[in-house]
């Protein structure tokens, strides 16, 4: 599917590598992987101590942005996307 621009500027803004935060009232932890000189990249958050996955592949390709969310809603994953913050003095590393 083709994300909205601001999913598509969340999954850019989180840190590279794992992160714990917050979203809707639950703590999570976040890994976010980059490949192809940060053309793709993979995200997998887990609610700590409880149920919740969310799991997602982003491709930035010349006909456009497009996000794949693994065995789960589209919507599970923006909504995800558009409530997580990390924790405090955790940022996004420079891709190398």
Same mark, same amino acid.
């Given at each position: ?28 932890? !976040? ?9 793709? &990249?993979?995200? /997998?958050?887990?609610? +700590?101590? *409880? ?11 010349? !006909? ?9 809603? &589209?919507?599970? /994953?923006?909504?995800? +996307?558009? *409530? ?13």
């Amino acid at each position: 599917m083709t994300p909205p621009g601001d999913v598509v500027a969340r999954l850019a803004a989180l840190p590279i590598g794992t992160s714990t935060g917050t979203a809707h009232g639950r703590r999570y932890v !976040a890994t976010r992987s980059i490949f192809n000189n940060g053309r793709s &990249a993979k995200l /997998v958050a887990e609610e +700590l101590g *409880g149920p919740d996955y969310i799991s997602l592949n982003f491709y930035d390709l010349a !006909a456009g942005p497009l996000l794949y969310p693994c065995e789960m809603p &589209a919507e599970k /994953v923006m909504a995800f +996307l558009r *409530g997580y913050q990390p924790d405090p003095g955790q940022t996004e590393v420079a891709a190398s």
